[in-house]
């Protein structure tokens, strides 16, 4: 009774496994473009044998179009439009010159606009900037104070507790005796935070 001693799982068939889809990716990857290679030279090759077995077509076709559109429906001025007429070539080029310059003058005009609505959005931004820093600045100072006020009255406490530890000591050296716990764990915790 010997065991497989790899589990579920035998190298050799994963291996093999790993090894088909690998094939399989490959495959699917250049495929394609291969076939479409292969099949491009079958043509050129069929095309090729093709043309040496058939002799060139002789085709006489008529000067005639296929479809004619009525004398009365066409429209003659449209074949003149092709001609070459100095004149109107002369007034075109000018009105498309002028229609550039209107262009141009339109899109600097819409430029300028642009330009200034940004120089007033960047003023505004600055002066928004401005007030905030101020604000800042101005809670930075309260702040500053306040944390000033408290170290000072931190102070104050601590003296004021050693002046009445010092004045409780005095008491009791003269002989008071009302309320010794209370004033007795009082003094020991001022003591400890001095």
Known sequence: MAQNQHGPCNPRLLKAVVALMALCLAGYILGPPLYWHFMEGLAAVSRSSSYSSCPPCNCDCSS????????????????????????????????????????????????????????MALLEAKKITSQYQKEADKCNSGMETCEEAREKAEAALVA????????????????????????????QGNIQSM
């Not at 429209?75 to 001609?83: G, R, T």
């Not at 141009?104 to 200034?116: D, N, T």
């Not at 050693?162 to 003269?174: F, S």
């Open 160 to 187: 004021q507790k050693k002046l009445t530890a010092i004045w409780e000591t005095r008491a009791r050296q003269k002989g008071w005796k009302g309320g010794v716990a209370k004033s007795r764990a009082q003094s």
């Open 64 to 119: 005639q179009p296929l479809l004619t559109i009525p004398q009365g429906l066409t429209n003659a001025s449209f074949s003149d439009c092709a001609k070459h007429d100095p004149a109107v070539s002369e007034d075109t080029k000018k009105n498309f010159a002028e229609l550039l310059s209107e262009e141009l003058k339109l899109r600097e005009a819409e430029a300028l606009e642009s330009q200034q609505r940004a120089d």
